[in-house]
């Protein structure tokens, strides 16, 4: 069973970092991209990053998300990291990571998301 836990949000200043980890299980992340998502209240849902499978070898990021975010795997711990740096408060919203084919198409499975606030 595919199952992702987001964990790592919080309340930061603007010009602030947090690292956000998502525990996989039930897949390999070798065979599957992981992506990182976004969403505010009332407003649709916003890919940040995406990290592809080690076939494809693939990193992408959204124009808001390049110079400051960074997305990583770490394979032995079955986990995918978002580095979010110089934080803005439009950064603010739901985070989740999900789960899918390849960073190109639909994801799959998502986990149940974690609050990034930021402010002063």
């Known amino acids: 069973q595919v199952q992702l836990v987001e964990s790592g949000g919080g309340l930061v200043q603007p010009g602030g970092s947090l690292r956000l980890s998502c525990a996989a299980s039930?897949?390999?992340?070798?065979?599957?991209?992981v992506g990182w998502f976004r969403q505010a209240p009332g407003k649709g849902r916003e890919a940040v990053a995406c990290i592809g499978s080690r076939r494809d070898a693939i990193i992408a990021y959204s124009v808001s998300a390049q110079g400051r975010f960074t997305i990583s795997k770490d394979n032995a711990r079955d986990t995918v990291h978002l580095q979010m740096n110089s934080l803005r408060p439009e950064d603010t919203a739901v985070y989740y990571c999900?789960?899918?084919?390849?960073?190109?198409?639909?994801?799959?499975?998502w986990g149940q998301g974690t609050q990034v606030s930021v402010s002063t």
């Open positions: 999900g789960v899918g084919r390849e960073c190109e198409g639909r994801m799959g499975n």
């Open positions: 039930g897949f390999s992340l070798d065979d599957y991209a």
